[in-house]
């Protein structure tokens, strides 16, 4: 699976928009960009994916350049509880569809 | 998410002891997932199961075995638990190789 690349950590103010963004350099055609995050002492939670084409759904939406080199995640109105660490996956079909989480995001939403 | 139910949510044991950590979803998924979570390290995956016929070794599961009895329930245990197998637990689901994973919220185990 391809690396990603993320800020360690960002504040962000409640009501406003959270562009979290994710550096995948090396994505090869085959490999979807997946996007979790883990509210502390909670399983991790799925939040939207997407291959080539930008996604939206009821939590956020997914903006991927047209290289596929990175791509952005955009918390439209960030809440209080929108605090939590924000996982960019990349991963291809094989190896079990295992996720291997980096380090993440640690996002930080400030009334 | 209430659709994956991890039991128990914590378990204090002792070292050589059996456990066994249970799983169980409504969602109708037929691949069903257990990892391992310690600090600094992300998740782990330790085994996982397409379908009730099917068991695959992850990376780590050395120590571990696992059961499916059936397509809502994947069980993991540890024959002989040992301190390092100290961790948060977590059990996923998913429909699909390109699938999203749903996950529990995890069983916090601690081996003295």
């Known amino acids: 699976d391809a690396k990603t690349t993320q800020p360690t950590s960002m504040d962000c103010a409640e009501g406003r928009a959270a562009n979290l963004p994710c550096n995948h350099s090396?994505?090869?055609?085959?490999?979807?960009v997946y996007w979790y995050r883990q509210i502390h002492s909670q399983g991790p939670q799925y939040i939207i994916h997407?291959?080539?084409n930008n996604e939206t759904n009821e939590m956020a939406s997914l903006i991927i350049t047209e290289d596929r080199k990175s791509s952005t995640l955009i918390l439209p109105h960030a809440t209080l509880r929108d605090t939590a660490v924000y996982y960019c996956?990349?991963?291809?079909?094989?190896?079990?569809?295992?996720?291997?989480f980096g380090g993440g995001t640690r996002v930080l939403v400030k009334p | 998410d209430a659709d994956v139910t991890q039991t128990p949510r914590n378990r204090i044991t002792k070292t050589g002891k059996r456990i066994m950590l249970e799983c169980s979803q409504t969602?109708?998924?037929?691949?069903m997932y257990w990892y391992r979570q310690d600090p600094g390290l992300g998740l782990r995956l330790i085994y996982y199961?397409?379908?009730?016929?099917?068991?695959n070794k992850g990376e780590i599961s050395d120590g571990y075995s696992v059961s499916r009895q059936a397509q809502a329930k994947f069980s993991l245990s540890l024959e002989s638990a040992i301190p390092n197998q100290t961790a948060l637990y977590f059990c996923?689901?998913?429909?699909?190789?390109?699938?999203?994973?749903?996950f529990g919220d995890g069983t916090r185990l601690s081996i003295l």
């Open positions: 996956i990349v991963r291809v079909k094989a190896a079990g569809n295992k996720l291997t």
């Open positions: 997407g291959l080539k």
């Open positions: 996923a689901t998913s429909d699909s190789p390109h699938g999203a994973q749903h």
């Open positions: 090396t994505i090869s055609g085959n490999e979807y």
């Open positions: 969602k109708g998924h037929d691949r």
């Open positions: 199961s397409f379908d009730v016929k099917d068991i």
